[in-house]
């Protein structure tokens, strides 16, 4: 190298020594630090949820499948989280490919880093957005295992999940929220999941319950929840997890995220109001069971419209949603007969149909300025928009539900045996009990009755322990 080379090519690479922290130091700065902070919690509140719906669920199976429920929403969030770093996330929400799905480019999460990607957002972290996403399709997944609850072979439950989840979910995604997708090129609003995540796992739970068939003894008997206190608790971390579902979805601490928040608890609330009088008109009396189902209803219907609907509309969603849940759940399903175990289509089927038409209702601009009017502001076209939408998302749903089952049902059986089912799929399929040693090693399969001595007397009962 030429000696007058020598001094200009030091230079540049000093600068360039001096300069490359700086430059990469703000790309990282462009990232707000208290937006960035309140998605991070946000995407936590979201993962807990899942936990949440574990119990909210495990409370109302029979207790020799309390595991496998738990199991199921554990092992969700450990086999989801792996796809979605492998090529889920890149399906989503990656570079559009005919409006259909994401291309595979950010597979391995390639290019998806620190610094924000002002497509989804320009104050938060590339990473920090495919993380809230991924708590997403978690509990999306999560959901459905309460349709086909006490009664799907393990291996089946794991092949299924990892396929609904790539050919189900990450396209609904791509449409609704992924940028070119074309059902939000369309104009469809879908704030939290309405579409994405209620219709479709509602849809598919629904689905499943039919291709299974019903538990045996369905109809010849009460299947009762064998611990409500459980569920009880479970709703409850379902409805402070849905906070940083839904105010999470402003992607910002800011103005839409607070109401965000207020239109949630106020749905939820009047929900689970709704449903109790309903229950109490129809059946003699209000229940603890009748009140979390409500709220839950009231949880999934404000979800599409939590973004864009004030405190008056969100009461008038969450009254509508109490009582055509209660009857989707006691009347619709005892006149059809399906065994859809714990209500997910009654539920976030029924509910989530009904907040994404809301949305196109009660919409306003008012609220957020990035959305569009509803009917009721002047744009009936909404209501139009958001019916296709729903339409679009309930027969994908069912029909690749239906498929990826079939598919799977050519190489191995999908239920349990009829031995396996009676025993239940906590020894069945784990090899654990879930009360196994509660009282002095004596498994919850027996109950108990005690003496004036306080001794421990075994008599069997298949209604549950008595004390």
């Not at 630090?33 to 029979?62: C, E, H, K, N, Q």
């Not at 219709?199 to 369905?218: D, E, T």
């Not at 239906?402 to 020894?427: C, F, H, N, P, W």
């Amino acid at each position: 190298m030429k000696k007058s080379l020598i001094g200009p090519v030091l230079l540049l690479a000093l600068m360039f020594l001096l300069l490359g922290p700086g430059v990469a130091g703000a790309s990282q700065a462009a990232a707000d630090t208290g937006d960035t902070a309140f998605i991070i919690i946000s995407s936590a509140l979201v993962l807990i949820m899942t936990p949440g719906l574990a119990l909210f669920y495990g409370g109302m199976v029979r207790r020799k499948n309390v595991l496998s429920i738990l199991m199921q929403c554990f092992i969700i969030m450990c086999l989801v989280s792996v796809q979605w770093v492998l090529f889920g996330y890149s399906l989503a929400f990656g570079p559009d490919l005919g409006h259909i799905t994401g291309s595979l480019k950010w597979a391995g999460l390639s290019g998806v880093g620190q610094s924000p990607f002002p497509g989804y957002s320009a104050t938060i972290p590339h990473q920090v957005f495919m993380l809230f996403q991924l708590m997403f399709a978690i509990i999306t997944a999560a959901l459905i295992t309460g349709s086909f609850a006490e009664r799907m072979r393990f291996p089946v439950f794991l092949v299924f999940v990892l396929l609904w989840t790539t050919f189900v979910y990450d396209p609904l995604a791509h449409w609704v929220w992924g940028i070119g997708g074309w059902l939000r090129n369309l104009g469809a609003l879908d704030f939290a999941g309405g579409t994405v995540v209620h219709i479709s796992s509602g849809v598919s739970g629904l689905i499943a319950a039919l291709i299974l068939g019903r538990r045996k003894g369905y109809g010849s008997g009460p299947i009762l929840p064998h611990y409500l206190p459980m569920t009880v608790l479970g709703a409850a971390l379902l409805w402070f997890g849905w906070f940083g579902f839904n105010a999470g979805s402003a992607l910002a601490a800011n103005g839409l995220a607070a109401s965000a928040f207020m239109t949630t608890n106020t749905a939820a609330a009047m929900a689970a109001l709704s449903w109790v009088f309903a229950e109490w008109l129809h059946h003699g009396k209000p229940t603890m069971l009748g009140a979390v189902s409500g709220g839950v209803a009231g949880l999934v219907a404000i979800t599409p419209a939590s973004g864009f609907v004030g405190p008056v509309s969100a009461l008038v969603i969450g009254l509508v949603a109490g009582i055509i849940c209660y009857l989707a759940v006691s009347v619709v399903k005892a006149r059809f007969g399906y065994d859809d175990s714990l209500d997910v289509f009654g539920v976030h089927g029924v509910g989530g149909t009904w907040g994404a038409l809301a949305t196109g209702l009660f919409a306003s601009t008012a609220v957020n300025p990035a959305g569009a009017n509803g009917l009721f502001y002047g744009n009936p076209s909404q209501l139009l928009i958001q019916l296709a939408g729903v339409l679009t998302t309930w027969v994908f749903a069912a029909v690749l539900t239906a498929v990826i089952l079939k598919a799977i049902s050519l190489v191995t059986q999908l239920r349990v045996s009829e031995e396996d089912e009676d025993q239940g799929l906590d020894l069945s399929q784990h090899g654990e009990d879930g009360f196994t040693d509660l009282v002095v090693g004596v498994p919850l399969t027996q109950s108990f009755s005690f003496t004036e001595e306080s001794a421990p007397v075994l008599k069997e009962s298949s209604a549950g322990v008595q004390h």
